[in-house]
T-cell receptor
Framework: NAGVTQTPKFQVLKTGQSMTLQCAQD?????MSWYRQDPGMGLRLIHY???????DQGEVPNGYNVSRSTTEDFPLRLLSAAPSQTSVYFC??????????????FGEGSRLTVL | GQQLNQSPQSMFIQEGEDVSMNCTSS?????WLWYKQDPGEGPVLLIA?????ELTSNGRLTAQFGITRKDSFLNISASIPSDVGIYFC???????????FGQGTRLTINP
């Protein structure tokens, strides 16, 4: 059982380039989300989705786009990368949203460096 | 945005010592959670707390949901090398589909 799979694990971009971080889960989870982790800042929510076709903004959504066309996939798009987006990105999913246990299942992370 | 103040930010202890860390907020949360992140991995849920005053244990870990709903603490007894990592508290408002995370406590253990 793969759980939450993120690709790529490492990426270096130049300022202004665009890219997509992929996230896939095989647990049939309705809820998926993206966080970024920066030193001393903890985990901050970028975007989340409570089901296919539904997305909403988190705490730090600027510069990022998401879509949820299937239950399994939740890609995060950086439209024009900036050095401030250098971070470790985590995708996380939950079975039926956070109304139940609040347990999120996290991927292993994608480390992005923007030069 | 909402913030959780987690302390201490880092701890350096000897193997076998007990550990205590806490989170405070100016806001009232409906749920408190504690996660652990091993190096190179994503966070994993350790303990979830749903009622004010609730005290819950998971092996050597004990966590409490503060009476005011604005704080929580996590204790680890008799630390072992595999306890090394970053511990995060997280709070959830009633009905909200998002968690607010603390800054994390980095635990280092000297054998």
């Amino acid at each position: 059982n793969a759980g939450v799979t993120q690709t790529p694990k490492f990426q270096v971009l130049k300022t202004g380039q665009s890219m997509t971080l992929q996230c896939a889960q095989d647990m049939n989870h309705e809820y998926m989300s993206w966080y970024r982790q920066d030193p001393g800042m903890g985990l901050r929510l970028i975007h989340y989705s409570v089901g296919a076709g539904i997305t909403d903004q988190g705490e730090v959504p600027n510069g990022y786009n998401v879509s949820r066309s299937t239950t399994e996939d939740f890609p995060l798009r950086l439209l024009s990368a900036a050095p401030s987006q250098t971070s470790v990105y985590f995708c996380a999913s939950s079975f039926r949203g956070l109304s139940g246990t609040g347990e999120l299942f996290f991927g292993e992370g994608s480390r992005l460096t923007v030069l | 945005g909402q913030q959780l103040n987690q302390s201490p930010q880092s701890m350096f202890i000897q193997e076998g010592e007990d550990v205590s860390m806490n989170c405070t907020s100016s806001s009232i949360f409906n749920t408190w959670l504690w996660y652990k992140q091993d190096p190179g991995e994503g966070p994993v849920l350790l303990i979830a707390l749903y009622k004010a005053g609730e005290l819950t244990s998971n092996g050597r870990l004990t966590a409490q949901f503060g009476i005011t709903r604005k704080d929580s603490f996590l204790n680890i007894s008799a630390s072992i090398p595999s306890d090394v990592g970053i511990y995060f508290c997280a709070g959830q408002f009633w009905g909200a589909q998002k968690l607010v995370f603390g800054q994390g406590t980095r635990l280092t253990i000297n054998p």
